[in-house]
């Protein structure tokens, strides 16, 4: 299935190396060497030279990854965090995310390069950028930092994730000494 490249975009491809520009940035990825990538009348076809395991795995992968090239240089990606805690906040002071999750400390997190964060609210982060794997790795990343408890639910959660909580101790019914 070959990645329609829309207007505007422009698509370099020189050995491996492919690179997307658009509206939003510029990406650059390197592709296995038994993936070929060609270009055709506003097209990115993705053939393969052999037909073991290995290669058919990488021809859908490389696929998807040009695929999601060309989504991120157009509209780019996004993933929202809440925070769910009482006292839990989060604030934006320069460039860095300041949060406030139950430690005795304010915890301070620099986001990597063609990421940015913004904070709505005070429990609502939002993260996005042109590149898909680094906006869901800063993602993972933030998450990691207050795992929701899956006992009273607070900590750092995806939108929309929903957190089994689990039953507490169950209480002694029976008078003691008998």
Do not use: C, W
């Not at 190396?17 to 038994?34: A, M, N, Y």
């Not at 290669?55 to 240089?73: C, E, F, I, Y």
């Amino acid at each position: 299935m070959p990645v329609v490249i829309p207007a505007g975009v422009k698509v370099k491809i020189s050995g491996q190396e492919v690179t997307v520009e658009g509206s939003k940035g510029k990406l650059t990825r390197t592709f296995h060497p038994d993936i070929t990538i060609k270009q055709e009348e506003g097209k990115l076809i993705v053939t393969r030279d052999g037909d073991d395991r290995l290669q058919r795995s990488l021809h859908g992968l490389s696929r998807s990854l040009l695929a999601n090239m060309v989504d991120g240089v157009t509209r780019g990606f996004e993933k929202n965090l809440e925070l769910a805690g009482v006292g839990y906040r989060a604030q934006k002071t320069g460039n860095k995310l300041t949060l406030q999750i139950g430690y005795s400390h304010p915890v301070e997190f620099d986001p990597p390069g063609g990421i940015d964060i913004t904070v709505d609210g005070t429990n609502k982060i939002r993260i996005s950028g042109v590149d898909r794997e680094l906006v869901g790795e800063t993602a993972a990343e933030i998450r990691r930092l207050r795992v929701p408890d899956s006992y009273k639910g607070k900590g750092i959660k995806y939108a929309g994730e929903k957190i089994r909580l689990k039953p507490g101790k169950a209480g002694r019914t029976a008078a003691k000494g008998k």
